[in-house]
């Protein structure tokens, strides 16, 4: 019997390690790179409904946590604060008992854009006034208003920022600025100043797929924009469902 | 395939059990060291640091608890060393949302049932595993991949 699993272990290996990327070799769960049938096209101006990140294979390796391949450009500032903090993602992995990273250790909001990195759906509820985004880790709501206003001259900051979006064709395009400086730009501990400004472009392919192409701009923190396109695929039978993040210190002593 | 054993158990940093990895005995614990190209799936798990993510471990047993909460669905299990000892065995999964997207319930594990589990082992050597895969007595395997897609 060792035999035999010991093979079938080792060929299933063999196959991983000669296609990496392949998402049908990695089973069923990651979804398939294209829809199998042909989707139906987009309602004009809506993006109602429940949606799931859905990453093209080329950006599986780093989208759970970060943006782009490469790093963004930074600033000297940007670069100082990004050296001092201690995420528990990506290149630079400190355990829970040791890392900064303010989602994890004070359950903080996670800001715009750094909610898309968070692995689990968001709902877009829509009214004349505004887009509700729901998104599901930790109930976090934006909202986005499109009535037509402008930011507020004197911005109150706050975590997820001040967002307003006008429909530019079939692509709604939103604008944020106004945040604290309470949350990382990523998982992998990239920071912002009070000047991060957030330009998301949404444009709903077909019914069941829209891309978001992000547009992050700090000049404190960033030499230049950095530059993103995020994938998203509809799931009508899905609901929005409840996560707390503070249930997450009650597990804490599991990983030791 | 003499000396591929050998190899590995050279390379094991798991102490877990003796000189010989026999699978004569359904109970037993498994230990596979698979090299594995992939990187953790693209969703990296806030705890990854303690897992050793390029081995892979078996083990088969009875389940003793399954707590299907947030942040992280948990099943406990009991499982016979080499000697016959019993041991206690804990594992991960993702949240219950994303499993709930697969079909899972609160009951779809329960204490009592047979259950063979397939992981990233913990780079202590504790007996923790952050779970990929799950197979009932029955044999049916439950989807545990990032099911939140």
Known sequence: ?256 | MGALRRKRRENSRLKLIGDNVKNTRVSSITLFLVLVALAPVAFAHHGNANYDTTKSITVKGVVTGFEFVNPHVQITWDAKDDSGATQSWQGELTSPNRLSRDGWTKSSIKAGDTITISGYPTKSGAHEIWIQKVVMGSGEELPTGMGGN
């Open chain 1, 1 to 256: 019997m060792w035999n035999r699993v010991g093979t079938f272990i080792l060929a299933g290996a063999a196959a991983l390690a000669l296609s990496p990327a392949l998402p049908a070799q990695t089973g069923q769960q990651q979804g398939s790179a294209k829809p199998a049938a042909a989707s139906a096209p987009a309602p004009e101006h809506d993006l109602s409904g429940v949606w799931t990140m859905h990453a093209p294979p080329s950006q599986r390796r780093f989208i759970g946590a970060t943006y782009t391949a490469e790093p963004p450009e930074m600033t000297a500032w940007g670069t100082e604060k990004y050296n001092a903090n201690k995420p528990s993602n990506g290149p630079r992995t400190h355990s829970l008992k040791d890392t900064d990273d303010p989602v994890l250790k004070q359950c903080l909001p996670p800001g715009t854009p750094r909610i898309y990195l968070q692995p689990f759906p968001f709902q877009m509820v829509q009214t004349p006034k505004e887009i509700v985004m729901i998104y599901e880790y930790d109930h976090t709501v934006r909202q986005i208003f499109i009535d037509g206003r402008k930011h507020p001259d004197d911005i109150l900051p706050t975590y997820m920022g001040h967002s307003i979006g006008k429909w530019e064709g079939d692509t709604l395009v939103v604008d944020t600025v106004g945040f604290n400086e309470k949350t990382w730009l990523d998982r992998d501990g990239h920071p912002h100043s009070d000047q991060l400004h957030v330009i998301e472009r949404f444009h709903r392919v077909d019914f069941d797929n829209m891309t978001i192409d992000l547009n992050i701009q700090d000049p404190k923190a960033l030499a230049k924009p950095w530059v993103s396109q995020l994938s998203v695929q509809l799931r009508p039978s899905w609901d929005i469902m409840e996560l707390v993040c503070t249930d997450n210190a009650a597990f804490e002593d599991f990983e030791k």
